[in-house]
């Protein structure tokens, strides 16, 4: 009985060192440094699309953490060198994501960047790749018997549009797609001081 008071103290102090130490410090670390040089705030446009981003749940499926060649072949996959903190300076919260179902997104814009690629795909994924297993989203277009001026229709390979009319993107999801088009984060990466891991050497 006369321990319980001991114990809880020691249990509260390891927990106050451990958040200190993998929290704290960390985080004060990371704030100081500054964004990679040539990285872009995001615009407005491509803030809207990264709550989209968020409210559809792609980041369940996608990370946008490019690793160390010591950790998996990303670089040999094509999806750029190793992401480091700097890359992140103007995500606020973050979405490193923790499943790659789908691959990796962090320089999607770098790889993919045709915005009529990325319509089609995000209407129906398998009318680009037949065994991606990605939701579509017809929920974010809208059929037109024809197209006004000021639409986006979207290039839907035949057979998998509707049989009438045509499909125009509605503002979301252009959004989600500027934001999608921004993730290219295949500048050099800066090196901390004299340490050089590489990172900027990996090749795409």
């Not at 989600?176 to 800066?190: F, G």
Request: glycine share 8%; proline share 10%.
């Amino acid at each position: 009985m006369n321990r319980i008071l001991p114990l809880g103290i020691l249990a509260l102090a390891i927990l106050a060192f451990a958040t200190l130490l993998l929290v704290i410090v960390p985080g004060m670390q990371i704030r100081a440094q500054p964004a990679t040089p040539g990285l872009q705030p995001y615009t407005q446009m491509e803030l809207r699309g990264r709550q989209s981003y968020v409210s559809q749940g792609c980041v369940y499926c996608h990370s946008q953490q490019p690793r160390i060649p010591d950790q998996a072949p990303d670089g040999e996959r094509g999806w750029g060198r190793a992401a480091v903190a700097s890359d992140y300076a103007y995500d606020s919260p973050h979405l490193l994501g923790t499943m790659r179902t789908g691959p990796d997104l962090l320089n999607v814009g770098a790889r993919l960047p045709s915005r009529d690629w990325q319509l089609a795909h995000l209407y129906q994924p398998r009318s680009i790749s037949p065994w991606s297993i990605m939701p579509a989203y017809p929920f974010l277009f809208t059929v037109k018997d024809r197209a006004a001026p000021g639409d986006v229709v979207v290039a839907v390979p035949a057979g998998q549009g509707p049989r009438n009319g045509v499909v125009v993107a509605k503002p979301e999801a252009l959004d989600l797609v500027a934001y999608l088009l921004s993730l290219d984060r295949t500048m050099p990466a800066p090196v901390n001081g004299e340490r050089d891991d590489g990172y900027a050497r990996i090749k795409r």
